[in-house]
């Protein structure tokens, strides 16, 4: 099911509109990098979409610009997979929107290391 691909009124922050609040699931490494928890959460501005997301982590946390994504290319690092609601998120549209289940707060955004080999 596509959820991410509908659109939907994100609910506000604090009476502005347009912003909303996104909890964010980091691994071991990326929380050392930041120093921060194992989530953290990240003001977003509507549209919620993959890419307005990682552009609020990054400027929140610039110690980690580069990490997720290349700096000039703004793509996916190969090691670095996105996932929310159950699904895989690494290789959509980054332009599409994030479930609702995310925006709404009902869920967390997941950030994962990948790891190669077996």
């Given at each position: 099911?596509d959820?991410?691909?509908?659109?939907?009124?994100?609910?506000?922050?604090?009476?502005?509109?347009?912003?909303?609040?996104?909890s964010?699931?980091?691994?071991?490494h990326?929380q050392?990098?930041?120093?921060?928890?194992?989530?953290?959460?990240?003001?977003?501005?509507?549209?919620?979409?993959?890419?307005?997301?990682?552009?609020?982590?990054?400027?929140r946390?610039?110690?980690?610009?580069?990490?997720?994504?290349?700096?000039?290319?703004?793509?996916?690092?190969?090691?670095?997979?996105?996932?929310?609601?159950?699904e895989?998120?690494?290789?959509?549209?980054?332009?599409l929107?994030l479930?609702?289940?995310?925006?709404t707060?009902?869920?967390?955004?997941?950030?994962?290391?990948?790891?190669?080999?077996g």
């Open positions: 099911m959820v991410h691909r509908g659109e939907f009124t994100p609910r506000t922050l604090g009476g502005r509109p347009g912003l909303v609040i996104i964010v699931l980091l691994p071991y990326l050392q990098l930041a120093r921060t928890g194992r989530v953290v959460e990240l003001e977003v501005s509507a549209p919620v979409t993959q890419r307005t997301l990682l552009d609020a982590f990054e400027k946390y610039p110690m980690l610009l580069g990490t997720l994504r290349d700096a000039r290319s703004g793509k996916r690092r190969d090691f670095v997979r996105f996932f929310a609601c159950g895989d998120l690494s290789l959509e549209d980054p332009d929107f479930p609702e289940d995310v925006v707060g009902k869920e967390e955004f997941m950030i994962v290391g990948a790891m190669a080999g």
